[in-house]
């Protein structure tokens, strides 16, 4: 299963509302999971079950979907919201493939 | 605190064999899948296998099947990433990351070790 993410990167100001958006190639269900990873530093979970937020994860991250298109959204960007953002399908073994990222950037 | 504490960075040669290492605390050891993830310099992340410490049950990824060996020793709670002959392209950062069940819904990564940066020189 191959998983699409757009944009590859954005920039945006504090405050924004962002929107990333990952595509699977067939449909998984629910089962995605989206990774924040900050430069230097291992990834962190943020939602899995396409919509169950992680323990411990700022309520300002959501996100939606099923079947083969899925969101994240930061309703308002925080500073410290920058780095590199996964999602994961949890479907199909062997191999459950991430998505090629989407780089957060402020603004 | 669960935590995952991965061995320190390492810098080989190729045909070089390597054994790193991924130990468990905090938690059951024996109750979590354990898997390992690469990530490339510059790159995103590649699922590489998976091990359940509790009876040695390892999947791995067609990507990785054969280049890799993965272990665990559950009287330690440790498990291992292996190579038998380091290629200049397994240069890369490892990490290996709990998954709290096999069944698909459980399938995702909620603790991750700091990672274990392996360099691949002539």
């Known amino acids: 299963i191959q998983l699409t993410q757009s944009p590859s990167s954005l920039s945006a100001s504090v405050g924004d509302r962002v929107t990333i958006t990952c595509r699977a190639s067939q449909g998984i269900s629910s089962y995605l999971a989206w990774y924040q990873q900050k430069p230097g530093k291992a990834p962190k979970l943020l939602i899995y079950a396409a919509s169950t937020l992680q323990s411990g994860v700022p309520s300002r991250f959501s996100g939606s979907g099923s079947g083969t298109d899925f969101t994240l959204t930061i309703s308002s960007l925080q500073p410290e919201d920058f780095g590199t953002y996964y999602c994961?399908?949890?479907?199909?073994?062997?191999?459950?493939?991430f998505g090629g990222g989407t780089k957060v950037e402020i603004k | 605190e669960v935590q995952l504490v991965q061995s320190g960075a390492e810098v080989k040669k190729p045909g070089e064999s390597l054994k790193i290492a991924c130990k468990g605390s905090?938690?059951?050891?024996?109750?979590?899948?354990i898997a390992w993830v690469r990530q490339m310099p510059g790159k995103g992340l590649e699922w590489m296998g998976i091990?359940?410490?509790?009876?040695?049950?390892?999947r791995y990824s067609p990507s990785f099947q054969g280049q890799v060996t993965i272990s665990a020793d559950k009287s330690i709670s440790t498990a291992y990433l292996q190579w038998s002959s380091l290629k200049a392209s397994d240069t890369a950062m490892y990490y290996c990351?709990?998954?709290?069940?096999?069944?698909?819904?459980?399938?995702?990564?909620?603790?991750w070790g700091q990672g274990t940066l392996v360099t691949v020189s002539s």
């Open positions: 905090g938690y059951s050891f024996t109750s979590y899948w």
């Open positions: 990351a709990r998954q709290p069940g096999i069944a698909v819904p459980l399938r995702y990564f909620d603790y």
């Open positions: 994961q399908q949890l479907n199909s073994y062997p191999a459950l493939t």
């Open positions: 091990i359940y410490p509790g009876d040695s049950d390892t």
